[in-house]
């Protein structure tokens, strides 16, 4: 229901994307209350055919027309998620004609028709917000808008195309030939049928014009951009390139030089161990120099239902903000933090004991651990040191209670020469 | 001079950060006019000793009292960057007492006394911004605020000191033991004469205290945090971990395990192949959790003085946005870039030629380059394949334009077999 305590929004769209934000209004919910002290209501779903059963929010309205939530006073925000740039513009203009602000996640229409909307919003001195459209769930337009909006940018280089560099991870993992890692996505669904968009460069160039309209704030003709994409690369290439200690990445660049802008989109080789080298599979990432950043990088989930609808929703949660004028957190005082009793933390460890070199020293610490039920996942002895001989243990998980006991009573025997060390593993992939 | 088209601030505090500061309020005033439609006039500089030469911004006072900013009316933003749990205190605080926002770095003082601050901030309806009191450059306070917003956050892992990371790294890198690394941090000046906010982890603790409140919307006390520093890291630990495939850092955690938060800052075994394990050198970096977001990594300079004014100019802009209404760029129709011509882009190449297997087909390539002035840095001959032989070269810095006409010769020779592949090599460090 909708109330003053309300945003009330159209969302225009239920595929990958307006599905995966559905599904964060509701898991999400008290998150998002909890930080906006507000609810969003969705007064109403466009879709193409309202016949098919649909998972929609209570209480919205499912409609075929996208164009009535712009008629209708009481929606704020309009989130488009249709895609294409025949409805969608329409959509979008009227909304901003009719004084909502909007979100989309439309890279296409953005960078190919774009900067009249732009206009139009600030025109009307409304929102067209548009992180979900660069790079998925990397908050990078909001980093080039707000946090750098400071800095001279010098470059800016980015994997924007999750299904390319899934193909050439997966050429470069391999070995195989470009035709094949092409099926291979398909069949994963990290490619659609018709691949040109992505595997041609023109999906990466829509997101190069939109980084450099916020790096420089300028208008780049996306139909100017130099774009190559990947359809020809060759297994050979990637190998060779290898040998030379390269990776090759369909990558955005653009630089500014002597006040121009160079920019484009294609396959490059770069220096293995670069962090930009080691962005496998459908992830983006994107790397930021400017005069007072230095060298910046982000690098998260490019596509997929929830990472691209947790920046739609960041960017309503924004709009959220300025249509209320509350930052932050709502409360005044927080609550105190639910805090883990630091003792039951479970981790795997790293543990040096430096011991005496006498016979049954491994046999009494191992006994030790299998009283306080540590399951140790390697040992290693290594050769005597000047001050004992170490011993390195790898465990299983252990709790920091189970460990502290089972080294204060190894510690107790006297078998150790000094304290033993003991470091948590963060088992990161 | 303070007009109405300028945002009036006074800037306590003209050290690292501080200066800093004035440089990018100089340097970038274009950019910032360009982006606000406002330009930065700083009032007041507030020193401890007035008598020392400085080089403030045209127009400012310098005050040893930082407190008359506060009772300026014309003061819309008090941008604390003193330091210290005292002064910063009171100047924080009356400066919301009077209506004023405030931007400040301190992280110390935000985590050991901020509840009352932000309290009185939300209360007054103000902002208290400070963004660079985390991991310096990286825009992680505004990510975790405004883009993750609709996450439930999972996990937070963060290389949070710059300082201990340089240690870590140097005694990975040369086998040194600690004191001989914390003495070249020291001669370098990425360590401060008494390190131990930074070696004992409470700098890294402060920050997480930070990120655990705008993750979760609670309150953990910071004196209970459990904290364990690098003071008595061992060469030999960081030369047995790294054999067992890990990398040792200094890391702050914090995750939600069932409805509770598990944090603490400690010495930690990454995976090598893990990116937080490949962060070196003075550079922070985050790597966050969240269920819609998926795995989202953030990497940048942590500390110093034009990456952490960096933050605070992007706070400070952020604010002159509230204050005026206005959003991203002023202009309703951005002008046209000025577009590089793409032929004049200079890099360096991977050339792939597959050639018939006769006499001088080098020379002739060879010859070829020379003519049009390209300089060749490696070649690589491999054996005959079905067509052809593969001439693979690097070569040095070279124009798409010369590039272009070259193997446009080299294909009018018919000396290949198949089309020649080319594309540019991006040296990253």
Wanted: proline residues 4%; glycine residues 8%; charged residues 20%.
């Amino acid at each position: 229901m909708s109330s003053s305590k309300n945003v009330v929004i159209g969302l225009a769209g239920l595929g990958t994307v307006g599905s995966g934000l559905v599904q964060l209004l509701k898991d999400n919910a008290e998150e998002i209350e909890q930080r906006t002290g507000k609810k969003i209501f969705v007064k109403y779903v466009a879709v193409r055919n309202t016949n098919t059963k649909r998972d929609i929010p209570e209480g919205a309205k499912l409609i075929d027309n996208p164009l009535i939530m712009v008629d209708d006073p009481e929606v704020q925000v309009v989130v488009e998620l249709m895609g294409g740039l025949g409805m969608a513009d329409i959509l979008i203009r009227q909304a901003l004609e009719k004084g909502k602000s909007v979100v989309t996640a439309n890279k296409a229409l953005l960078a190919e028709k774009g900067e009249e909307l732009f206009a139009l919003a600030e025109e009307k001195n409304l929102s067209l917000a548009y992180e979900a459209s660069v790079a998925g769930a990397i908050p990078v337009v909001q980093t080039l808008k707000d946090s750098l909006a400071g800095n001279k940018i010098n470059t800016i280089f980015g994997i924007l195309n999750g299904t390319s560099n899934y193909i050439l991870s997966e050429m470069s993992a391999h070995g195989t030939e470009f035709g094949a890692a092409l099926k291979t996505a398909q069949d994963l669904g990290f490619a659609e049928a018709d691949p040109t968009l992505d595997i041609d460069g023109f999906d990466a160039a829509h997101k190069l014009k939109l980084l450099i309209r916020l790096a420089w704030g300028v208008h780049y003709p996306y139909e100017k951009l130099p774009v190559q994409g990947i359809r020809d690369m060759s297994a050979m290439d990637i190998a060779f390139a290898r040998s030379l200690g390269y990776s090759i990445k369909l990558l955005g660049q653009a630089s500014r030089v002597h006040e121009e802008i160079e920019a484009g989109v294609s396959p490059v080789l770069i220096p293995e161990k670069a962090m930009l080298a080691r962005v496998d599979g459908a992830f983006n990432a994107i790397h930021i120099n400017g005069n007072a950043v230095g060298s910046l990088f982000l690098h998260g989930l490019g596509a997929g239902s929830l990472p691209t609808a947790s920046a739609v929703l960041g960017d309503i949660m924004s709009l959220m903000k300025d249509i209320y004028d509350s930052t932050g957190y709502v409360m005044e005082k927080l609550p105190l933090a639910p805090m883990a009793n630091p003792d039951k933390t479970e981790a795997p460890w790293y543990l040096r004991l430096m011991v005496h070199d006498t016979v049954g020293v491994l046999r009494d610490i191992a006994g030790i651990f299998a009283k306080h039920s540590i399951s140790i996942a390697q040992v290693i002895q290594k050769k005597k040191q000047e001050d004992g001989v170490p011993l390195v243990f790898m465990t299983h998980e252990t709790s920091v209670r189970a460990m502290k006991d089972a080294l204060h009573e190894i510690e107790a025997t006297k078998i150790l020469n000094c304290r033993p060390v003991a470091f948590r593993v963060l088992e990161l992939v």
